[in-house]
Nanobody, 121 residues
Framework: QVQLVESGGGLVQAGGSLRLSCAAS????????MGWYRQAPGKQRELVAS???????NDANSVKGRFTISRDNAKNTVYLQMNSLKPEDTAVYYC???????????????WGQGTQVTVSS
């Protein structure tokens, strides 16, 4: 089985910074895309940023220039550095990974449990 465990959320004032981490563990043979999504109250879950196994990134327009996604393939970990935070960034942030398992033939998506990010004005 595969688990994604997130850390790094919390409460921060507008203009501040936070760094989220998400570590994948279990019987992992490889990981393709990894990413971060967020869901604010009453809104749909939306993509924040994603990164391929080769390091190509894709950022939502709303976070361009403020958030940076990165990964450490040796640690099966993805990070989200969030700078210049705004109140509208307040949401539960979920990590996602497309994971292949030992003995399995296909990759499938896994989600973390979510971590709350609250930005006060």
């Amino acid at each position: 089985q595969v688990q994604l465990v997130e850390s790094g959320g919390g409460l921060v004032q507008a203009g501040g910074s936070l760094r989220l981490s998400c570590a994948a563990s279990g019987s992992i043979s490889g990981i393709n895309d990894m990413g971060w999504y967020r869901q604010a109250p009453g809104k749909q879950r939306e993509l924040v940023a994603s990164i391929t196994g080769g390091g190509t990134t894709n950022d939502a327009n709303s976070v361009k220039g403020r958030f940076t996604i990165s990964r450490d393939n040796a640690k099966n970990t993805v990070y989200l550095q969030m700078n210049s935070l705004k109140p509208e960034d307040t949401a539960v942030y979920y990590c996602y990974a497309d994971v292949g398992t030992i003995g399995g033939r296909l990759y499938r998506g896994y989600w973390g449990q979510g971590t709350q990010v609250t930005v006060s004005s």
